[in-house]
């Protein structure tokens, strides 16, 4: 990847985007499109279909037959993942022009988007793919005048919700392992980052999947994905995104047909530094990071930071000479290590819990505005706010953001307490040299994912998966597959 090959793929006009529905590209019934705007400079880059209510019903229609003839389903293992392997080399080949159009659409900074997403997609789709022949059913342990057989089944049709922060790796996440079991899948990419995950539906019917077994409808959560989570003929619902609309997706499933729901939700996940942490220095450069890429909007971003008072003042400088290192800017350019946030309404959404933090006796120590407005495009200054109270609006609510609250403390349990006084259980951090306090703190801190002395780069080898209302049912690793299939049992009596 070189900045003159990314040049080229940004000088290229982005040809609209329909559905793709039967394997074939659709337009809305009524012809509405919704408008694209490029993070980067505010200017409309192409259009989506508008979806309708009918448009999502086709869709799923769709799934459902594919899913009855058995067209996917019914293919020998071998068959199936020939082809989830083709699609995940395909992903691979076509990864630049993936990624690229991806940051054009949703703003994240290149770097980071050509591993996260065409990279990370690639990756999950193959590990899904080799995985699904390794897959047994089970005989239980009977007397011998029976014998009870546990068969995995693919469940139907799987519905799957996506957000905007990295479409391709959490579609991945979501499509690799529902694929993988044999189910048919209707999938609703997020208004604000559709292009790069229409484009890898696209290069799936170019590796051989069968049409109608991945179906793709883009519009709005409200109307689509609200007659998704209605349809009495979607078997399993997967979504990432915000609690409210989680909460949402669970109503839509108690009011139809009762639907297994899975949800990935927000966080509000504890940096935790100690004193004896082995290289503070290490530490700033990393929470930094863990906060600051993709403007804040990642899920397990460690948005709370919580420092030993012995080392506070020294520890937050470091952070915020390492946030003043990090470049904000157009995200295409491969020296930015800060992208753009994804559209107006976020910018202007993390612009007020930075007032909110004000008003509540926060101290803004670094950033807390909107910068290069002069791009047309939607731009923060990594921000950090020291003095924030462990009951405060932002130390309890997820900004989702490049906005970093700060709290100190002096002793473990009051570490332990502050960590766990959120709502959110889905990541965090402990830095330490001392064995038994790390794991402590990996017993002692209620996530899903616990790091120490490092933050985030979990791999596709283990589960991501919230506590509390950070969601339930994992992304990545083998466990995420019991997601997406039946168990059956054959009680035969011999
Ligand atoms: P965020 O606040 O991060 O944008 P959302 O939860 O609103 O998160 O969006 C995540 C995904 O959920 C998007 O694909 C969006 O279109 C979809 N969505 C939003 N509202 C609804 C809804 N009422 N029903 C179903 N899906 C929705």
């Known amino acids: 990847m070189d900045q003159t090959q990314i040049e080229a793929l940004r000088a290229q006009a982005v040809t609209p985007f329909t559905h793709i529905i039967d394997g074939k590209q659709v337009a809305a019934s009524d012809g509405a499109t919704l408008d694209v705007i490029s993070p980067i400079d505010g200017s409309v880059l192409t259009t989506i279909a508008k979806g309708t209510v009918s448009d999502m019903e086709r869709a799923i229609a769709s799934a459902r037959a594919s899913f009855e003839d058995q067209r996917w389903a019914g293919q020998p293992p071998a068959a199936r993942k020939k082809v989830l392997l083709k699609w995940a080399d395909l992903i691979e080949a076509n990864a630049l022009e993936l990624a690229v159009l991806g940051v054009r659409d949703n703003g994240t900074e290149i770097g980071m988007a050509m591993k996260a997403e065409p990279g990370s997609a690639a990756g999950t789709i193959r590990y899904y793919a080799e995985a699904l022949d390794k897959i047994y ?33 959490i579609g991945a996440w979501k499509l690799g392992p529902a694929l993988a079991m044999g189910n048919s899948v209707v999938l609703k990419p997020a208004e604000t980052a559709s292009l790069s995950l229409m ?24 109307v689509v994905g609200e007659a998704m989570g209605l349809s009495m003929d979607v078997d399993v619902l997967v979504f990432t995104g915000s609690g409210g609309t989680g909460r949402r997706l669970m109503e839509y499933s108690a009011r139809s047909n009762m639907k297994r729901v899975y949800l990935e939700l927000g966080g509000k ?38 420092v030993e008072a012995s080392i506070h003042d020294e520890f937050v400088s470091a952070v915020a000479k390492a946030a003043a290192g990090m470049r904000v800017g157009d995200p295409l350019k491969l020296n930015t290590a800060i992208g753009a946030v994804n559209s107006e309404t976020q910018l202007l959404q993390n612009l007020g819990f930075v007032k909110i933090a004000q008003d509540e006796g926060g101290e803004i120590m670094a950033g807390g505005t909107r910068i290069l407005e002069e791009t047309g495009g939607y731009y923060m200054a990594p921000t950090i706010v020291t003095g924030v109270a462990p009951e405060s609006t932002i130390s309890q609510k997820e900004v989702f953001g490049p906005v970093l609250g700060v709290t100190s403390f002096e002793t473990e349990e009051e570490a332990i307490r502050i960590a766990n006084s959120t709502v959110y259980g889905l990541a965090g951090a402990a ?24 933050y985030g780069g979990a791999d596709g080898t283990v589960p991501l998966g919230g ?5 339930n049912g994992s992304d990545k690793s083998l466990h995420a597959i019991e997601k997406y299939i039946n168990l059956k049992t054959a009680w035969i009596k011999l």
Not at 278 to 301: H, M, T, Y
Not at 467 to 471: D, N, P
Request: proline fraction near 6%; aromatic fraction near 4%; charge should be neutral.
């Open 269 to 306: 996940s504890p940096n935790i530094i100690f004193a004896d942490a082995p290289n503070l220095d290490e530490a700033a450069k990393v929470a930094a990071g863990g906060i600051f890429r993709n403007s804040g909007q990642v899920c397990v971003a460690g948005s709370r930071l919580l």
């Open 137 to 169: 059913g089970e005989i239980a342990p009977t007397s011998h005048d029976v014998l009870g057989m546990i068969h995995k089944e693919p469940v139907g049709v799987v519905g799957a919700i996506i957000p905007w922060n990295f479409p391709l790796m």
């Open 199 to 222: 484009r890898m539906v696209q290069l799936a019917h170019d590796a051989g999947l069968p049409e109608g077994v991945l179906n793709a409808v883009t519009g709005e959560g409200a």
């Open 467 to 471: 506590v509390g209302q950070s969601g």
């Open 431 to 454: 830095w330490t040299s001392n064995l038994s306090r790390a794991h402590r703190m990996v017993r002692a801190i209620r996530t899903g994912v616990m790091h120490i002395n490092t």
